[in-house]
């Protein structure tokens, strides 16, 4: 069995929930890093702690900011399915080297290269968090085309 940190539409209420019907909830947890939206995509991207200082040139005043989400423990089979899912390694690359701050190492979804590099905006997620129904509304939203 592994750990998987989920921050997007795999989250509780959000629409890819179901696809963790067969894992198990651990806990509500955060890892180091940034959320956002790349170009026209509608759901979110992490990028953990030490991209996320080269993507944006951000300088850090205190604390490094924290991505919001919920860990699994979940099969290997299962993990394996989520990577077609989850466009692995097109969309998102799984990582297994972040150790969230409850202390649980944990694989993490997080922006291929290529997606950034294709991005034609990026906007950040400020606070770490994708609200349910946030698909939805940034699909009909000016602000996310």
């Not at 951000?58 to 989400?69: A, K, L, M, N, S």
């Not at 399915?81 to 466009?87: H, M, S, W």
């Not at 690359?93 to 290269?113: A, H, I, M, N, P």
Request: glycine letters at 6%; proline letters at 4%.
């Amino acid at each position: 069995m592994e750990y998987l940190f989920v921050y997007g539409t795999l989250k509780q209420g959000q629409s890819n929930h179901a696809l963790l019907s067969q894992a198990q909830f651990v806990q509500s947890d955060t890892v180091a890093g940034r959320l956002y939206f790349f170009g026209h995509q509608h759901f979110p991207y992490a990028v953990c702690a030490s991209s996320a200082l080269l993507l944006t040139n951000d300088t850090y005043r205190g604390e490094i900011p924290r991505i919001q989400g919920e860990v699994y423990q979940i099969s290997t089979e299962l993990l394996e399915r989520l990577d077609r899912v989850e466009g692995t390694p097109i969309h998102y690359v799984r990582f297994k080297q972040y150790q969230t701050d409850k202390g649980l190492r944990v694989w993490v979804y997080e922006s291929s290269e290529m997606t950034r590099l294709r991005a034609t905006r990026i906007e950040v997620l400020p606070d770490g968090f994708f609200p349910s129904g946030m698909e939805a509304k940034s699909a009909n939203s000016n602000t996310h085309p």
